[in-house]
């Protein structure tokens, strides 16, 4: 049994492509409420958007040019959340 499982690991995910969890920073956009612009969110993991919600933390967005910070909510919220 542990050499099937070797074998399944091993087709499963090559050395050149890393687990989900492993990738870099992911993006989505929000509304600035202030400016009205929308803006790509950077600075989030793909397991961090994972564990927010499920634990209903608070994520939050920016926009630089009006200098704003505000929490994503509702529909938005729901579409970056994976559950």
């Not at 074998?7 to 870099?24: C, F, G």
């Not at 600035?32 to 989030?44: E, L, T």
């Not at 994520?59 to 040019?65: H, K, Q, T």
Request: with cysteine; hydrophobic share 30%; net charge positive.
């Amino acid at each position: 049994m542990p050499a099937t499982r070797s074998l399944l690991s091993s087709v499963a995910r090559s050395p050149d492509d890393p687990p989900v969890w492993n990738r870099p920073e992911i993006t989505f956009v929000s509304i600035c409420p202030k400016c009205g612009h929308q803006r790509f969110q950077h600075g989030y993991s793909r397991r961090t958007l994972f564990y927010l919600p499920s634990e209903r933390r608070r994520i939050d967005a920016g926009c630089s040019d009006c200098n704003v910070c505000w929490p994503i909510r509702g529909k938005n919220r729901r579409m970056i959340s994976p559950q």
